[in-house]
């Protein structure tokens, strides 16, 4: 197992280049690290076929590839100036929480067109807790009818179904968003979002 190196408050810091060597399967080609004090960047190949950076805590790492994998570990260690370490740290910081960022945004805006043509179809579904308070009918159970109770003798009897109208009328306006374009990322400094996506504006509706 790879140590972690000690230093002092004046020291120059190491840059630990970590080597894995080669398994089966996707990890024929074997794999390289950077270890930067604590943490630990490699590139990892995630769904739908991407290369992206990912960042681990460094015994994390090592528990998974050197014990959990039995793969052997090589360390190569590269002395620089804590100035140069700390440009180094952060750079791959900030490489790191960018692709997070864009990789986020990304499948959300994913998720919302894939919700639109459902909608289009008429098949979207939308996952609100307490949904069913709201609907028609008797509920399927004695707390949830103990719970409408307790609604319309608070809030008078038509309380349920003017929620239910407000919904639906929610709902219809969201129904031109869905036909419309998905919108593109929006960039705040350099992370961008996807904002107030589709799916969340349904959720809220209902909710």
Known sequence: MLAGPARGADERRTLDFIYV??????????HVALRIDTRTYH????????????????????????????????LHQIEVAPATFERVRASFNERFLEESAEYAAWDALRADHAFAERWARGEAAVDVRGAGYFGSGRSPGGVLDHLRRRIVDRHGPKALEARRRLAQEALAGLAAAADGPIPALAATGRHPTSGYGLRRRA?????
């Open 21 to 30: 060597d080669a398994n089966e399967g996707s990890a024929s080609g074997g």
């Open 43 to 74: 590139f990892g190949h995630h769904e739908p076929g991407v290369l992206r950076l990912d960042r681990d805590d460094s015994p994390r790492f090592l528990r998974v590839y050197g014990v959990l994998e039995n793969r052997n570990l090589r």
């Open 203 to 207: 959720a809220d509706a209902l909710g």
